[in-house]
């Protein structure tokens, strides 16, 4: 219980230092739409640095259009958020091809580069922030067994087998959608960001692949239920505990 405990209260350590080392660069951030501390340089997409930097440009220029047309909608309406929403998204993309001409221009690269750039993740951070989810989960479901196993135990192992499968079915899906918000709220941490809106390139992963963690899920649940069963001592075995008649045998 304690390691796991451990284990629990070191997955937001390592979302965080994964994080950090994934985000965006705030000192170029602003809400005026404008582009800042960027050398003009051709770029080699042949090489890693240069295919890094321009992911870097064009992950910030989504990011400062967002933030540009939240901040319109926010002296609008009063509210500073939903930018996307004026005009159908009329300011992002207006500010937007803004960013990207200047990115172009300055590193000699088309438009194409510049959308494949957007799109490409960070597949560190991705890791780490699924990992630093994955001790969560196994407590969760390792809690949820063992009230089941000990509540249920006493000569009903057929009851046992059937509330472990169900179990599974709702502990995974409770399991995605709290991971979803996971993988969510790392990346607003990462781009530094509350509102990172519909119009970026590049989502976390979490919610592309919903299908297949949820199985991932189940299958879970199930390894840590045999784990846990296996590891149950017989004298934690709530069916060994029933009192046995003492006395002495007549002959």
Known sequence: MFRT????????????VVAVAGRVDRTRVNVACEWTSD?????????P???QHL???AQLAEDLAGRYADVEHGRL???????????NGRLVRECMARLSTIIEHAHGVASADLLEARRQRNRWFDMGVWLSFLPAYWFAASSVFSWIYRRFSAGQSYLILALTGLAALVVSFLGVQFGDMWSTTAEMFRVGNDHIGGHRGAYPPWGHHIGDLYVAGVLLFWLIALVKFLRTSPADDPTTNVMQPQ???LR
């Open 49 to 51: 640095s240069d295919r």
């Open 55 to 57: 992911i870097i440009d």
């Open 5 to 16: 405990l451990c284990l629990i209260l070191l997955a937001p350590a390592i979302a965080v």
């Open 39 to 47: 050398p003009a340089f051709p770029i080699d997409l042949q090489k």
């Open 77 to 87: 309406t009063g509210f500073a958020g939903h930018g996307g929403l004026i005009d």
């Open 247 to 249: 006395g002495l045998v």
